[in-house]
């Protein structure tokens, strides 16, 4: 059974950046697309970006210019890099499979809170 | 951008009842869409893709239907455990986009 795993700072302050990686275990990183998605709080969903284990990217155009995903294989890991954040990013933030690079989610992590706060 | 629209907003049912919640795109997605179940501080769980496609082990009184532009989400006879937000999503184009989220409420 696919799981992935959240993990970083719960707290960034204005204007730094948002570092988050997604651990993938019980699968291979492999031959998927993963996601990025977040969901302020008492808000809806919004997708971020996406990365194939290869490498290509293809990013919210809303986020283009401050937003990055890496892969690493070797760690079975990706990541998120969301620079120069305000409090409009503070949102609950979601690592996800995408089904055969259809772009839906079959697998989700548990989800990581990000606070944006001084 | 895709715009997804979802109605009703909110809804409130009881145990048994047939429900359905629509969403609409604002053009049309070729049924590249998915139905997620969402409860209070989980994550997405997804129900349906390609709008009427059973997610393995979801069970059969939800189902889904529609095409072009406009799609629904069914649930044939409300269980306790169903009340939730439901979200819908377009993966036709990037930026892939959700609807705003029904949250189903016990009458």
């Known amino acids: 059974q696919v799981q992935l795993q959240e993990s970083g700072p719960g707290l960034v302050k204005p204007s730094e950046t948002l570092s988050l990686t997604c651990t993938v275990s019980?699968?291979?990183?492999?031959?998927?697309?993963w996601s990025w998605i977040r969901q302020p709080p008492g808000k809806g969903l919004e997708w971020i970006g996406y990365i194939y284990y290869s490498g290509s990217t293809n990013y919210n155009p809303s986020l283009k210019s401050r937003v990055t995903i890496s892969v690493d294989t070797s760690k079975n890991q990706f990541s998120l890099r969301l620079s120069s954040v305000t409090a409009a990013d503070t949102a609950v933030y979601y690592c996800?499979?995408?089904?055969?690079?259809?772009?839906?989610?079959?697998?989700w992590g548990q989800g990581t809170l990000v606070t944006v706060s001084s | 951008d895709i715009q997804m629209t979802q109605s009703p907003s909110s809804l409130s049912a009881s145990v048994g009842d047939r429900v359905t919640i629509t969403c609409r795109a604002s053009q049309g997605i070729s049924n590249s869409l998915a139905w997620y179940q969402q409860k209070p501080g989980k994550a997405p769980k997804l129900l349906l893709y390609v709008a009427s496609r059973l997610e393995s082990g979801v069970p059969s009184r939800f189902s889904g239907s529609g095409s072009g532009t406009d799609y629904t989400l069914t649930i044939s006879s409300l269980q306790p455990e169903d009340f939730a937000t439901y979200h819908c999503?377009?993966?036709?184009?990037?930026?892939?986009?959700f609807g705003q989220g029904t949250k189903l409420e016990i009458k």
């Open positions: 019980g699968g291979s990183i492999g031959t998927y697309y």
């Open positions: 996800t499979r995408e089904r055969g690079g259809l772009g839906n989610s079959d697998y």
């Open positions: 999503q377009q993966y036709y184009s990037t930026p892939y986009t």
